[in-house]
């Protein structure tokens, strides 16, 4: 048995200030993907229970938006301390459901405990802006509001860290708050639930819901959830925004990714072999931020090829929790065999594998997802794989005699989550970050997180929305402007 998880675990919902068993007579395995161990069992929740949820969160908002913003992020400030001090139990619970490495579970909470800090700043944040005098005697100004029950749908691949990217804002700028996180990985948020719990917020403010698509779905019909988030693959990303518009409502969803990191010869070769392994390799690839293609100009193809290579084969693979292991397992055994399937398409359709790592034995491990670091070269454009979103431990290297050409490969990708540069020129940094057709950019820099008080923004089939998650961009997407226009009679014509 596990140091976090007692096995046979039956996944409870947050409703209303109260735990509770859901009615589904639908349960999905929760399996730790390195040791193929069943850890816990999630339901498949109904959406009758779903309409309980959003009834507590519209009951919730009544008082909750009345409630001073000073005193809102009261629980905030708490949340973060039981953060803090529950760090290592929290980020072994991420190894366990993931796979990712207990460093990086860490990491990912860091991200997480970043995002409560920033939104505890909600009462200068959400302060509108006003105009004396915009005729005679009249005053106006902007008032921000809160929206009133707000939804979000998270992945399988950040089980700590982007629910944070919404939770924190919405319920300080007075909204109530329904999550709902992927059914492959709900202990995290089931802990933090508990840890919530503990913080004094009112009853049906918070509320975790778990299941899947039937979830959803009550989520994006109902009239009183005014707002969704939503983090995962770009097919379901795209159906989320189109039913949530369908329904009226406010969506804000990211989806995919495939990013591209370009290495100019003139890169500090071993600054720039490090990062991007660790970008490529780190959390087994699965990172939305992940570079998984490399395209080299001029004399880097040959250094880069050969140095990245060398790095990716040392990398140590195993089971998360293990001292010294640098890279987990993929989420499921499905996601394995599509990840291994792929690299096959690649190595049939002309590229040439320099690191193979399909068929991985981990020694007591046999049953984990585990693939090893993959490097493919020369992928040809036409290739599948060039234009997939992989999402797992392959890089593809490509080749570019300048600049122009290397961006041409970005620009034929439909996705624009990251652009990556490496280089010691200040030029063509400054090209870089001009012409890169993504949102989020990274020189001399390997996964371009954006801080929490900055939008995550993807481009392209990487978001589809008008205002990202985190930083300001959160405050528009939570609250609704209000303007008033007030006539309170001219000082010069008033007798007192
Ligand atoms: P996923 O799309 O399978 O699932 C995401 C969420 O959607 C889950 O909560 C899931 O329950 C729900 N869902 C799944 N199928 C659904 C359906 N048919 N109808 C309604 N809801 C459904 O994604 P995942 O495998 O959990 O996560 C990996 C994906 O997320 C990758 O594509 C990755 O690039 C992407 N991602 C993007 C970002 C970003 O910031 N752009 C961040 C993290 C992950």
């Not at 708490?78 to 529950?86: A, F, I, P, V």
């Not at 991420?94 to 490495?101: L, P, R, S, V, W």
């Not at 909470?109 to 302060?127: F, K, Y």
């Not at 690839?285 to 080299?296: E, F, M, W």
């Amino acid at each position: 048995m596990s140091e976090a998880i007692a096995t046979g675990i039956r996944v409870q919902n947050y409703i209303n200030g109260r735990w509770v068993e859901s009615t589904s007579s639908e349960w999905r395995d929760v399996i730790n993907p390195a040791t193929a161990e069943t850890i816990a069992q999630t339901p498949l929740t109904t959406a009758v229970e779903v309409v309980a949820a959003i009834e507590a969160a519209d009951t919730a908002f009544r008082a909750w938006r009345c409630t001073p913003p000073e005193d809102r992020i009261q629980p905030l400030f708490k949340l973060k301390q039981l953060l803090e001090d529950h760090v290592d139990e929290l980020g072994r619970i991420i190894t366990q459901e993931n796979g990712k490495t207990f460093a990086e579970g860490k990491g990912e909470l860091r991200r997480a405990i970043e995002n409560v800090e920033v939104a505890c700043g909600i009462p200068m944040m959400m302060q509108g802006y006003n105009l004396e005098d915009v005729a005679r005697g009249l005053d106006e100004m902007m008032i921000r509001q809160p929206l009133g029950v707000v939804a979000a749908i998270t992945p399988s691949n950040f089980p700590g860290m982007i629910p944070f990217w919404f939770l924190p804002y919405a319920i300080a700028t007075g909204n109530t708050f329904i999550l709902k996180p992927s059914e492959r990985v709900p202990l995290t948020m089931k802990r933090v639930f508990e840890l919530l719990d503990q913080t004094g917020l009112p009853k049906g403010v918070v509320n975790l819901v778990n299941g899947g698509k039937v979830v959803v779905d009550a989520l994006l019909d109902h009239p009183k959830v005014r707002a969704i988030s939503f983090v995962g693959s770009t097919p379901i990303a795209k159906y989320v925004y189109a039913r949530a518009g369908a329904n009226g409502k406010r969506a804000q969803c990211q989806g995919g990714a495939k990013n591209h990191v370009i290495v100019l010869p003139d890169a500090d070769m071993k600054m720039a072999t490090q990062i991007i392994n660790d970008s490529a390799f780190g959390c087994a690839g699965q990172r939305c931020l992940a570079v998984s293609v490399a395209v080299t100009i001029g004399e880097a193809q040959k250094s880069f090829r050969d140095s990245i290579t060398e790095a990716a084969a040392s990398l140590r693979v195993g089971n998360g929790l293990e001292e010294g292991v640098q890279m987990g397992p993929l989420i499921t055994p499905e996601s394995k065999s599509r990840v291994e399937s792929l690299i096959g398409i690649g190595e049939r359709e002309g590229a040439k594998v320099l690191l193979d790592g399909r068929n991985a034995k981990i020694l007591k491990h046999e049953s984990g997802n585990f693939v090893k670091p993959t490097i493919l070269d020369e992928v040809p454009a036409s290739s599948e794989l060039a234009d997939t979103e992989i999402f797992g431990p392959v890089l593809s290297l490509v080749h570019a005699r300048d600049m122009n050409e290397a961006l041409a490969f970005l620009e034929r990708s439909k996705y624009g989550n990251q652009a990556s540069l490496f280089t010691s020129s200040g030029a063509a940094a400054r090209q870089f970050r001009y012409e890169a057709p993504a949102g989020n950019i990274g020189i001399n820099i390997g996964v371009a997180a954006p801080m929490a008080y900055f939008p995550f923004s993807g481009w392209k089939d990487s978001f589809f929305g008008d205002m990202h998650g985190q930083g300001r961009d959160s405050i528009e997407f939570y609250t609704d402007k209000k303007v008033v226009i007030e006539r309170w009679g001219d000082l010069h014509s008033r007798k007192f």
